[in-house]
């Protein structure tokens, strides 16, 4: 089944920035575990439901989801380790009123779950292009998007943000040292 196709058949609203992102965390989830593991580390079967229902609606009785396995339970080599702080880092960022807190943390979650992953970000959320991740950002978490002054990568600058925090001199995010694009990211700083 072409999950991402399936999916977007039934969005709420195709050309939303942020139901693109969760289609494509979502896809790659499903495509990677299958239909019985829960598609995004920290969120349960009912806040992945309620997810569906609200961006996806009718799209859990089309895949014929039963959530078995929790997430992030892959034997793949999945890194999954940041998920908590990453999603600590987005919910401290949150615009008033950009959603309800049940959707601030399902969108917190998916970040961070592509985030984990080994592609640039944009490329993980399958937007078209990083500008389309820059407008998601600037919407959900304008406090964390305003401080990128600079232009730098976003999973880089995310990742950069959270060593600050915690006061570490070097710093990546976890699968840039397997990025063939390393050596722009990371030349003389």
Not at 35 to 43: A, D, K
Not at 95 to 116: D, I, Q
Request: with cysteine.
């Amino acid at each position: 089944m072409d999950y991402h196709t399936t999916l977007m058949r039934h969005a709420a609203e195709p050309n939303d920035v942020t139901l693109l992102a969760l289609a494509g965390v979502l896809s790659a989830a499903f495509d990677e575990d299958g239909v019985e593991t829960l598609p995004i580390p920290g969120l349960g079967a009912d806040e992945t439901y309620g997810l569906l229902a609200r961006w996806f609606p009718g799209a859990d009785s089309s895949m014929k989801l039963s959530f078995r396995t929790p997430a992030g339970t892959s034997q793949r080599g999945s890194r999954y380790d940041d998920v908590d702080i990453l999603v600590r880092l987005f919910k401290e960022s949150v615009a008033p009123g950009a959603g309800t807190s049940a959707e601030v943390n399902c969108v917190a979650h998916a970040l961070a779950r592509a985030c984990a992953r080994s592609q640039h970000l944009w490329q993980e959320l399958r937007l078209p292009s990083r500008s389309e991740l820059s407008e998601l950002l600037a919407y959900w978490f304008p406090k964390l998007a305003e401080k990128n002054v600079h232009g730098m990568r976003w999973k880089k600058f995310i990742y950069r943000q959270l060593c600050e925090r915690e006061a570490l001199a070097v710093c990546q995010a976890s699968s840039c040292g397997e990025c063939a694009e390393f050596a722009s990211c990371f030349g003389p700083e």
